[in-house]
């Protein structure tokens, strides 16, 4: 089986399904914010204190890396799509799975104060979704709504990458 990359917005579940998803599926998981804070040894608010570009240059990184092991199931960082090289990366060796979530509900369930981008709270959300939007499409090979509960969306997902 191919890798398996989440992308989607913060807060949009990618790491709770993806959790999930790689327990069904047999992969191992990781969080790519997590595994970035491994090899840079920072957290992600201390590389956003030195500025975004050593955030994205410490996320391509972990995208080759990543992208470099099998049967990996990764939870990408929302924003993993700002970047061609990175979705190049991760299409190479696997299958980029696109979580769509209403931002109403992200709204309801997103801890803003643990998103550097997210200061601005709703303006924040709805600004980043604005620019954010058509790179999820376009990078996606699938595109799943996440509206319900997960539960209900595990089986959707093994269904699409079964396909």
């Given at each position: ?91 190479k060796s696997g ?69």
């Amino acid at each position: 089986m191919k890798n398996i990359y989440l992308i989607g917005m913060p807060g949009s579940g990618k790491s709770t399904i993806g959790k999930i998803l790689a327990n069904v599926l047999d992969m191992k998981f990781y969080d790519m914010d997590d595994y970035i804070e491994n090899i840079s040894s920072h957290s992600i608010p201390e590389l956003f204190d030195k500025g975004e570009p050593v955030f994205r240059m410490w996320e391509s990184v972990a995208c080759i890396r990543l992208s470099a092991k099998k049967k990996v199931l990764v939870a990408c960082g929302g924003g993993v799509v700002t970047e061609e090289k990175n979705i190049e990366s991760l299409s190479k060796s696997g299958l980029i799975i696109y979580i769509k979530r209403p931002l109403d509900l992200i709204l309801r369930d997103i801890d803003f104060d643990s998103r550097p981008l997210l200061k601005e709270r709703e303006v924040g959300l709805s600004q980043l979704f604005g620019k954010r939007k058509k790179l999820y499409e376009k990078a996606a090979h699938i595109i799943v709504n996440n509206n319900d509960s997960v539960e209900n969306l595990i089986p959707v997902l093994v269904e699409q990458i079964m396909r």
